[in-house]
T-cell receptor
Framework: DGGITQSPKYLFRKEGQNVTLSCEQN?????MYWYRQDPGQGLRLIYY???????QKGDIAEGYSVSREKKESFPLTVTSAQKNPTAFYLC???????????????FGPGTRLTVL | GQQVMQIPQYQHVQEGEDFTTYCNSS?????IQWYKQRPGGHPVFLIQ?????EVKKQKRLTFQFGEAKKNSSLHITATQTTDVGTYFC?????????????FGKGTLLTVNP
């Protein structure tokens, strides 16, 4: 069963703690993305990676870090420097091969992080 | 940076009425994609438009891409309760080997049966 998995679905952390959100895909996609979704704000890009061992900051990267050591995995760490970390976090992947240059993004089910 | 504005933010209709959401970009786009997110779910890809002036249809949904490739619309004819959700447009821009989408804030559609 191909797709993107994110775990856990709900996550609670105390203020001041770092937390890592998992994102795994078995779609053999090169590109992976992390978005943050807040009510009324749409999807805002945190980090993205177009190939293993390479990633770029998105529009709201401050207080977040990522790694891309394997093609299948793109974990996101929410650090204590992120001022307002409570949000819904969505991971996505995109194939970059084939005739269609701008392939669609496939999203995982998301992780809802609450910082107490 | 690139901005993608989407209106309206909310739309409530009676079942059977039509619905339209509009998307405008501050810059020329390479392509535009539309996604639907059901309540409690994650965004799911609906369609992509690439050519200037392109129009595509999916059953009761009609998607348009403007001639200048800076605006787009999604029109739903005769809405049904299954159409409930948030519709996002996402504008794509290429810069060398770098490509990313910028999402609009979405339009939340609710349908009264």
């Amino acid at each position: 069963d191909g797709g993107i998995t994110q775990s856990p679905k709900y996550l609670f952390r105390k203020e001041g703690q770092n937390v890592t959100l998992s994102c795994e895909q078995n779609l053999n996609h090169d590109a992976m993305y992390w978005y943050r979704q807040d009510p009324g704000q749409g999807l805002r890009l945190i980090y993205y990676s177009q190939i293993v061992n390479d990633f770029q900051k998105g529009d709201i990267a401050e207080g977040y870090s990522v790694s891309r050591e394997k093609k299948e995995s793109f974990p996101l760490t929410v650090t204590s420097a992120q001022k307002n970390p409570t949000a819904f976090y969505l991971c996505a992947s995109r194939g970059t091969s084939g005739l269609l240059s701008y392939n669609e993004q496939f999203f995982g089910p998301g992780t809802r992080l609450t910082v107490l | 940076g690139q901005q993608v504005m989407q209106i309206p933010q909310y739309q409530h209709v009676q079942e059977g009425e039509d619905f339209t959401t509009y998307c405008n970009s501050s810059t020329t786009l390479s392509n535009i994609q539309w996604y639907k997110q059901r309540p409690g779910g994650h965004p799911v890809f609906l369609i992509q438009l690439v050519k200037s002036g392109e129009v595509k249809k999916q059953k009761r949904l009609t998607f348009q891409f403007g001639e200048a490739k800076k605006n787009s619309s999604l029109h739903i004819t005769a809405t049904q309760t299954t159409d409930v959700g948030t519709y996002f447009c996402a504008g794509g821009r290429s810069g060398g080997s770098n490509y990313k989408l910028t999402f609009g804030k979405g339009t939340l559609l609710t349908v009264n049966p």
